[in-house]
């Protein structure tokens, strides 16, 4: 009955929507690399992980708190307290830089987003209205953090091709996943999570176009570009919109000062 969910449209990148993480990284060995993961104590953070210490990868675990790590620690080396994706990425960019160039290994940030960024607040990024509890619209505020990590993205891209940095950062979309993500919707996700597990993708597949960026080397030079299943899509605005972009990586230094 549910056979059509199960197809496979091969794209360029010779894998499909439903390919996971295990066979598009199958055969690369990622000893001696070393991979900081943040939300890695469950869903596609948690599955990234341990994909990415199956191929030899040191994994350093970004979670909240010590005790969500010890649930997957499998193959797991050491748990970092959870930081601002934005300082946490500023505050290992030189030492990814200066690695990059002494090693001749090419540094790479993956930037989870989302297809949602294209449905946002009219504004695109409310600067004067982050915390304006009145105007908040959950599905525009959620558009809005992936619009973010987009324009993030591509401005650290931008930045790192004008120094001639050998650290490469692309963004992606993972699809539409069963995680924890719905936890808050109370007795709307006891309704809803029989039908979700029939019709999305699974954390193998979510975490799968996270670890091909991260590892495939079909992928080494490629740099401010958005994935969707292992390909590059064109994005639409105001995700092309470089101004903006520039005006929000101001606003989140300011922000850590």
Known sequence: ?????????QTPSGFSSSSAAEEVTAGIDGSGLVAIVTGASSGIGAETCRVLALRGVR???GVRTPSAGERVKEEIVKN????????LTNLLLEKMKITAMESGIEGRVVIVASDSYKHTYREGIRFDKLNDASGYKGI?????SKLANILRSNELSCRLK???AKVVVNSLHPGVVATNITRHLGIIKDILSPIAKLVLRGVEQGAATVCYLALHPQVAGV?????????AVELKPPATDKEL????WDFSVSLLQ
Request: aromatic share 18%.
């Open 162 to 164: 004008e120094e001639d």
């Open 1 to 9: 009955m549910f056979g059509f969910l199960k197809q496979r449209r």
């Open 223 to 231: 740099t401010g570009k958005y994935f969707v299943d292992f390909n």
């Open 245 to 248: 972009s520039k005006k929000l």
């Open 59 to 61: 994994v350093v675990m």
């Open 80 to 87: 970092v307290p959870a930081a601002g994706h934005f300082l």
């Open 140 to 144: 525009l505020a959620y558009g809005q």
